[in-house]
């Protein structure tokens, strides 16, 4: 009996340590996940006041930026993208915190060594999720607080400069009542320093038509100057000294200058920005008499004959493509790097990035799509007159209208219908679609469908926009576009036959196309975007003239009214977009 006693005595002590052991155990890890929970509610506490502080600073970068102009469509989605990543950031951790405490308080009195792994585990995977969210978010928001901050001081600074030239007006316009000066209207105030050549017909409310009149190039972007504290004269209202000059140019000292009449620089610089618009287009039309004299033999100014180097079909296109991307690609490399001061290397680098891949392929599809236009419009240009199938190719602007409208919702109004109906009407009528020989099928389905390609890369490229600076973009354009051609050689390498005339002619090409692209930039700068874009309508007039000039193609009266009917009609479409109101 005694044993017996014994044993159960020795037994309940047993008991009592191994209960004493759980509890123990229980309160350690209990005490060890309240303090995890703790850390977790204190990273939520500092991501939170981190959210309040980025909300209170995007508000007083919204003041300054309604202050300025307005905001634009652009910051309004960027900041709309912040506050969404903090309410996700807000919900993300409170679900993980709920979470987490659900499964520590719920299942905490079952299978203990199994909730202990099981916990650990599913705090592992917490931890290491919100880690990669953290960091992913940290880079994100660094990259948007930094974009945020340049676009900010590039805003102070032109209003310092908007600021200043007022100033110098109000200042001139009283010396001016006082002492019987120079007396005109009211000077207009422009200030372009941040103008962009956005490129595109019925994007959105602001677009404008594109400057690539022939679809050879995208002459339709120019670089964003990068505005500097150092290059602007700070604004003192005591200075009494009136300043006349070009805000964006350095200032390097106060004394006074002779009065200079502002409005009559402003004029000149239009002027001059509308002849290298107009040259621009010139030099455009010019490439698609090259492409083709290169396909069909031609009589060069009534003087000697010369052409017929190949003949037109699909893999010569795309080996006059290579061969022209060839010398183009390079050499628009040295122009961005040299000429407009950006680095297309790094762009391209930060492009392979993770969190922009999303943006290269997009970019690779408006290579992709601008390759298409290019070998169907050197297609046509073989087969048709250059003013023929230039003509066809402006259906693009009308094809933008309506993918504006199936994509984004922008539904064309009653003018811009009225509008579209004239651009189709001068097509036919340049087809001879009432009589007279009509042009080869196989050729107007070409010239459309560059048209069509040429309205998607359009579309496609305004998405890039936002995100990379338009010579970057165009340089990696090229670089892909040569990539997809030298793709096409096991297609066309048994049709390949080079000479000096073809590659002298392919040199040539290039030319027009870097000539054009930069007579476009330096002319959109001076005049305007929207204004460079009615020039730049006028393609196929300067097409028809150097075609009939150099090689004696002659079009019907109604096919000349035809394609004034299409440059007219472009014209208006890029006019109306100005003054673009919504449809009801």
């Given at each position: 009996m005694e044993n017996n006693n014994i044993r159960n005595s020795s037994y309940e002590q047993t008991l009592a340590g191994v209960t004493k052991d759980l509890s123990d155990l229980r309160a350690n890890i209990l005490g060890?996940?309240?303090?995890?929970?703790?850390?977790?509610?204190?990273?939520?506490?500092?991501?939170?006041?981190?959210?309040?502080?980025?909300?209170?600073?995007?508000?007083?970068?919204?003041?300054?930026?309604?202050?300025?102009?307005?905001?634009?469509?652009?910051?309004?989605?960027?900041?709309?993208?912040?506050?969404?990543?903090?309410?996700?950031?807000?919900?993300?951790?409170?679900?993980?915190?709920?979470?987490?405490?659900?499964?520590?308080?719920?299942?905490?009195s079952e299978n203990f060594e199994q909730l202990m792994l099981n916990l650990d585990g599913a705090i592992r995977a917490t931890f290491q999720s919100l880690q990669r969210d953290v960091d992913t978010y940290q880079r994100d928001l660094d990259d948007q607080m930094q974009r945020m901050y340049t676009q900010r001081q590039q805003g102070e600074l032109m209003l310092s400069a908007l600021v200043e030239r007022i100033d110098e007006y109000l200042r001139r316009s009283s010396g001016d009542r006082s002492g019987g000066g120079y007396i005109a209207g009211n000077p207009p105030i422009n200030f372009t320093g941040t103008?962009?050549?956005?490129?595109?017909?019925?994007?959105?409310?602001?677009?404008?038509?594109?400057?690539?009149?022939?679809?050879?190039?995208?002459?339709?972007?120019?670089?964003?100057?990068?505005?500097?504290?150092?290059?602007?004269?700070?604004?003192?209202?005591?200075?009494?000294?009136?300043?006349?000059?070009?805000?964006?140019?350095?200032?390097?000292?106060?004394?006074?200058?002779?009065?200079?009449?502002?409005?009559?620089?402003?004029?000149?610089?239009?002027?001059?920005?509308?002849?290298?618009?107009?040259g621009a287009s010139v030099v455009l039309s010019l490439q698609n008499i090259l492409v083709r004299v290169i396909f069909s033999n031609s009589n060069i100014l009534g003087i000697f004959s010369f052409g017929g180097l190949i003949k037109p079909s699909i893999p010569n296109s795309f080996i006059?493509?290579?061969?022209?991307?060839?010398?183009?690609?390079?050499?628009?490399?040295?122009?961005?790097?040299?000429?407009?001061?950006?680095?297309?290397?790094?762009?391209?680098?930060?492009?392979?990035?993770?969190?922009?891949?999303?943006?290269?392929?997009?970019?690779?599809?408006?290579?992709?799509?601008?390759?298409?236009?290019?070998?169907?419009?050197?297609?046509?240009?073989?087969?048709?007159k250059p003013s023929l199938a230039v003509t066809l190719f402006f259906i693009f602007p009308t094809v933008t209208v309506l993918m504006a409208w199936f994509l984004f919702g922008d539904r064309p109004s009653k003018e811009r219908w009225f509008i579209i109906g004239v651009i189709y009407l001068g097509i036919m009528l340049t087809n001879n679609i009432l009589g007279g020989i009509k042009p080869e099928t196989w050729g107007v389905i070409s010239a459309v469908s560059s048209g069509v390609a040429f309205a998607?890369?359009?579309?496609?490229?305004?998405?890039?926009?936002?995100?990379?600076?338009?010579?970057?973009?165009?340089?990696?354009?090229?670089?892909?576009?040569?990539?997809?051609?030298?793709?096409?050689?096991?297609?066309?390498?048994?049709?390949?036959?080079?000479?000096?005339?073809?590659?002298?002619?392919?040199?040539?090409?290039?030319?027009?196309?870097?000539?054009?692209?930069?007579?476009?930039?330096?002319?959109?700068?001076?005049?305007?975007?929207?204004?460079?874009?009615?020039?730049?309508?006028?393609?196929?007039?300067?097409?028809?003239?150097?075609?009939?000039?150099?090689?004696?193609?002659?079009?019907?009266?109604?096919?000349i009214f035809g394609v004034f009917l299409v440059t007219g009609g472009v014209g208006l479409l890029s006019l109306q977009n100005i003054y673009k109101k919504p449809a009801k």
């Open positions: 060890k996940l309240s303090r995890e929970i703790l850390i977790l509610q204190a990273q939520k506490n500092a991501l939170t006041d981190d959210i309040q502080r980025l909300q209170s600073q995007r508000k007083e970068l919204e003041v300054l930026t309604v202050a300025q102009q307005g905001m634009n469509q652009q910051e309004i989605q960027r900041q709309q993208w912040i506050e969404q990543l903090a309410q996700a950031i807000t919900f993300h951790l409170k679900n993980d915190v709920i979470v987490t405490n659900s499964k520590v308080l719920s299942d905490h103008s962009g050549f956005a490129g595109a017909i019925g994007t959105n409310g602001n677009s404008t038509a594109p400057t690539a009149p022939n679809g050879n190039g995208n002459y339709n972007q120019i670089q964003i100057p990068t505005f500097h504290s150092s290059q602007f004269r700070q604004y003192d209202q005591n200075d009494t000294h009136p300043y006349t000059g070009d805000p964006t140019e350095p200032f390097n000292s106060l004394e006074s200058e002779p009065p200079i009449v502002q409005p009559t620089k402003r004029l000149n610089d239009w002027w001059v920005g509308f002849i290298l618009v107009l006059l493509l290579l061969l022209r991307m060839l010398f183009a690609t390079p050499i628009m490399w040295m122009v961005a790097k040299f000429i407009f001061r950006v680095d297309v290397l790094r762009d391209f680098q930060q492009l392979l990035t993770p969190n922009r891949r999303l943006l290269f392929w997009r970019v690779s599809f408006s290579a992709l799509l601008q390759f298409a236009s290019f070998a169907f419009i050197y297609l046509a240009l073989g087969i048709l998607g890369y359009i579309i496609t490229s305004q998405a890039c926009f936002k995100q990379l600076n338009p010579v970057s973009f165009t340089s990696i354009n090229f670089a892909i576009i040569l990539l997809l051609c030298l793709g096409t050689l096991p297609f066309t390498l048994a049709s390949i036959s080079l000479n000096g005339s073809l590659v002298f002619m392919c040199f040539l090409i290039s030319m027009t196309t870097l000539g054009g692209y930069l007579l476009t930039s330096f002319g959109t700068k001076l005049m305007g975007a929207a204004q460079a874009s009615i020039i730049s309508a006028s393609g196929p007039v300067f097409t028809t003239f150097l075609a009939f000039t150099i090689l004696g193609d002659k079009l019907d009266p109604m096919q």
